[in-house]
């Protein structure tokens, strides 16, 4: 009976800290840089351009600049996390990119000075990010992995974002945006440190691999724990390329969607209030699309669960270029929020489950680069498609294109194994 008791307690306790790790890193992605950066941007634009007299061009190049810096800052901090585990990492980029925000306070009107400020956030707010979270959840999760992965990263991201911007708005209101920003910084570290210090842990596996690094570089049984390949191993692999061409093909179309949803339904002739009202469900949804995405991945087991999903982002980018009645532009909105929501649902699972969990943060953060820099370039090529021809009607049919490209894509994955990684499938194949 003592025995039972004290199983019951050990599971217990697991759960508990399984449930605490959630919710960390659930508010670490509700005060990560999508919602306290890229969500309130368009607050600042205005007041920003006006006070110093610049073009709004100039202010709006600071978003590509932060991107090329998370760019090279995501691969350093998951391969720092691999080596120091998940938790230190963290709390330090928390503690880094609260202050980044505030300093942007700082602006005295010179544009390198502003660039800098803001490449400072783009490279702290690498550290404490989506895939970092990612990295803590696959660790501590086996079967619910895609719909905790969905939870942290879709209800965490989609309510920062709607959050955020309401905060920030009410400080601007107040305190200029330079007070805002302020506040902003405030935010993050008050809400996401604290409880980040409280409740984020590494796995008890991961802990292992750490502490045997630490000692020495013998084989220990924390190995197999965490199993998988090195980045080098993962980039010989037919599947890594696949799995990367896919979802950058896709991210970075449907953000390039994504950012001009206003414009092209305007210049349609539909209304400012229709148009944000499409943008509000397309975004509602994808954020609650990687929750579902999640579960159907955890339920099924296969990638092939997200070919519908991407397949409805095409027939959804039609409805939305081609309807004439409100109903069937917001089911297309709709339709495209499924497809990005699957994109980011899928990432790290797919990750985790292809390469496994040794190398996963240095792995994820590569994928997270190249996504960032297509997400980047895409709509900037879209508008020199739209200033070409004067319409986006060649950019929808191209990004149409590439959207079934990485819907055929995502067919040739392979099926995941729990047996083996997909390296050794590959060799023995």
């Excluded at 990560?32 to 006070?51: D, G, H, K, N, Y």
């Excluded at 880094?96 to 400072?120: D, E, M, R």
């Excluded at 190398?359 to 879209?382: C, D, E, H, K, R």
Aim: charged share 10%; hydrophobic share 55%.
């Amino acid at each position: 009976m003592t025995d039972l008791a004290g199983a019951d307690a050990i599971g217990q306790q697991a759960v508990t800290r399984k449930t605490g790790v959630v919710v960390a890193a659930t508010v670490g992605n509700i005060v990560s840089t999508t919602p306290a950066v890229s969500a309130v941007f368009s607050l600042f634009l205005v007041p920003i351009s006006t006070e110093f007299g610049w073009p709004r061009s100039v202010v709006s190049g600071v978003l590509l600049l932060t991107a090329v810096m998370s760019a090279i800052i995501y691969p350093i901090a998951g391969r720092l996390s691999d080596k120091w585990g998940s938790r230190r990492i963290i709390l330090f980029g928390c503690a880094v990119f609260a202050p980044a925000i505030a300093g942007l306070a700082l602006a005295n009107g010179s544009v390198l000075q502003f660039y800098a400020l803001f490449a400072l956030v783009g490279a702290a707010g690498a550290i404490p990010s989506t895939p970092a979270y990612s990295k803590v959840i696959s660790e501590w999760f086996d079967e619910k992995r895609g719909l905790m992965l969905g939870v942290a990263a879709g209800f965490g991201n989609g309510l920062g974002s709607t959050l955020m911007p309401i905060a920030a708005g009410l400080m601007l209101v107040q305190f200029g945006w330079r007070g805002a920003y302020i506040g902003i910084g405030l935010i993050v570290f008050c809400l996401g440190f604290p409880v980040l210090f409280a409740l984020l842990r590494d796995a008890p596996g991961r802990l292992a691999v750490i502490q045997k690094g630490e000692r020495s570089a013998r084989v220990s049984p924390a190995t197999e724990t965490l199993s998988g390949v090195s980045l080098g191993e993962a980039a010989s692999m037919r599947t890594f390329w696949i799995l990367m061409a896919a979802v950058a093909l896709g991210a970075g179309c449907m953000t390039a969607i994504f950012t001009h949803v206003v414009p092209m339904l305007m210049d349609r002739g539909i209304s400012l209030q229709s148009a944000t009202l499409a943008i509000s469900i397309f975004a509602l949804v994808t954020a609650g699309w990687q929750v579902m995405t999640g579960y159907f991945l955890d339920r099924f087991y296969t990638p092939k669960v997200a070919v519908p999903m991407f397949a409805a982002a095409i027939l959804g980018l039609l409805c939305f270029q081609y309807g004439t009645a409100l109903p069937t532009i917001y089911i297309g909105a709709a339709l495209m929020g499924i497809g990005l929501g699957a994109e980011f649902g899928c990432l790290s699972y797919f990750v985790s489950r292809y390469f496994g969990l040794r190398s996963f943060g240095t792995i994820i953060g590569v994928f997270y680069s190249v996504v960032i820099v297509f997400q980047g370039g895409a709509p900037v090529l879209m508008d020199i498609g739209f200033d070409v021809t004067g319409s986006y009607v060649t950019s929808v049919w191209v990004l149409a294109g590439l959207l079934l490209l990485g819907t055929v894509l995502i067919l040739l994955l392979p099926e995941f194994s729990k047996n083996s990684s997909a390296h050794d499938q590959e060799v023995i194949s």
